[in-house]
C-alpha cells in the first residue's frame, strides 16, 4: 500500500520542482540597470513634466485645427499634472518592479518623444489601389 501511495508523491515532487529548476533568474547587474534606469526615467519625467503644456498645445492645433487652441492647453495641463505624478511615483517607487518588469508607466516614456505627426494611412493605400487599377487596365 505504501508503494502505491509513493509513486504519485514522488510524481508530484517531480513536477513540481522542475519549473522551479528550469527559471532563468535574473542577474543582479540587470535589474540594478533596470532600477537605474527607471528611478532617472521618474526624476527626468518630474523635471520635464511642464513641457507637456506647449507639446500638447502644439499637437492639439496640428491634430484639430481651430479647435485644438481651447482643448490643447486643457489638456497640456492634464498631461503636466499626470507625467509629474507618475514621474514622483516611478522615483519614489523604483524599487518595485512594476508595472510589468521596470517598464514605463506612461507612453511615450519621455516627454521629448512622441512629437512627430501621425502617418496616414488612408493617402497611402488610396495611391496603391489607384496603381494597381491602372496596372490592371493595361
Excluded at 12 to 38: C, F, G, S, W, Y
Aim: proline share 7%; aromatic share 8%; hydrophobic share 45%.
Amino acid at each position: 500500500m505504501k508503494s502505491n501511495l509513493l509513486l504519485p508523491a514522488l510524481l508530484l515532487a517531480v513536477v513540481l520542482t522542475v519549473p522551479v529548476l528550469v527559471r532563468a533568474d535574473q542577474q543582479p547587474e540587470m535589474i540594478a540597470e533596470k532600477m537605474a534606469v527607471k528611478f532617472t526615467r521618474g526624476l527626468a519625467n518630474t523635471a520635464t513634466c511642464i513641457v507637456e503644456l506647449p507639446k500638447q498645445s502644439m499637437l492639439t492645433v496640428r491634430d484639430m485645427g481651430g479647435a485644438g487652441y481651447l482643448v490643447g492647453p486643457a489638456k497640456g495641463v492634464i498631461m503636466t499634472l499626470y507625467r509629474g505624478i507618475i514621474g514622483m511615483t516611478e522615483a519614489l517607487f523604483f524599487l518595485v518592479p512594476q508595472p510589468g518588469y521596470y517598464d514605463p508607466m506612461i507612453e511615450p516614456s519621455y516627454v521629448w518623444e512622441g512629437w512627430e505627426p501621425k502617418r496616414d494611412m488612408s493617402a497611402i493605400s488610396s495611391q496603391n489601389s489607384t496603381a494597381s487599377s491602372q496596372q490592371e487596365a493595361h
